[in-house]
């Protein structure tokens, strides 16, 4: 996994610079299971994971909320039966910053 799961985000300011396209190139790179999708104008990251059955995937959705709380920075999340769809993106600066590829790579680690 990597290091990037094992770093701290960084409090969201607005005046927070955005993820340059060199950064984003070599930070994608770290999480190969994400995809980099732009909606309204907003670059955000986006994985969908799969799971047997609807308690399954509400099970990690809590997990994923503590983890949110925690690093006081929040997903976009969608639960369904057997997969839930996380998003992330930074509000206060409209875009990608480093923190969401730490929070990534976290989440990728709740799979356990
Ligand atoms: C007031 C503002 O919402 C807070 O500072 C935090 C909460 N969680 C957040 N989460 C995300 N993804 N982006 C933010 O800008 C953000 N800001």
Same mark, same amino acid.
């Given at each position: 996994?990597?290091?990037?799961?094992?770093?701290?985000?960084?409090a969201?300011? #607005?005046?927070?610079?955005?993820?340059?396209? !060199?950064?984003? @190139? +070599?930070?994608?790179r770290?999480? &190969?299971?994400?995809?980099? $999708?732009?909606?309204?104008?907003?670059?955000?990251?986006?994985?969908?994971?799969?799971?047997?059955?609807?308690?399954? #995937?509400?099970?990690?959705t809590?997990?994923? !909320?503590?983890l @949110? +709380?925690?690093?006081?920075?929040h &997903?976009?999340?969608?639960? $369904?039966?057997?997969?839930?769809t996380?998003?992330?993106?930074?509000?206060?600066i409209?875009?990608?910053?480093?923190?969401?590829?730490?929070?990534?790579?976290?989440?990728?680690?709740?799979?356990?």
């Open positions: 996994m990597s290091d990037l799961a094992t770093m701290k985000c960084e969201c300011q #607005a005046d927070a610079p955005k993820v340059s396209d !060199a950064e984003l @190139a +070599e930070l994608i770290m999480i &190969p299971d994400w995809a980099v $999708e732009v909606r309204d104008g907003i670059m955000q990251l986006e994985r969908v994971y799969k799971f047997k059955n609807f308690k399954l #995937a509400m099970e990690f809590n997990k994923l !909320a503590d @949110a +709380e925690a690093e006081f920075h &997903p976009g999340i969608l639960t $369904e039966w057997g997969k839930v996380v998003t992330w993106w930074s509000h206060s409209k875009g990608l910053h480093r923190n969401d590829f730490i929070m990534a790579a976290k989440t990728d680690q709740l799979l356990g």
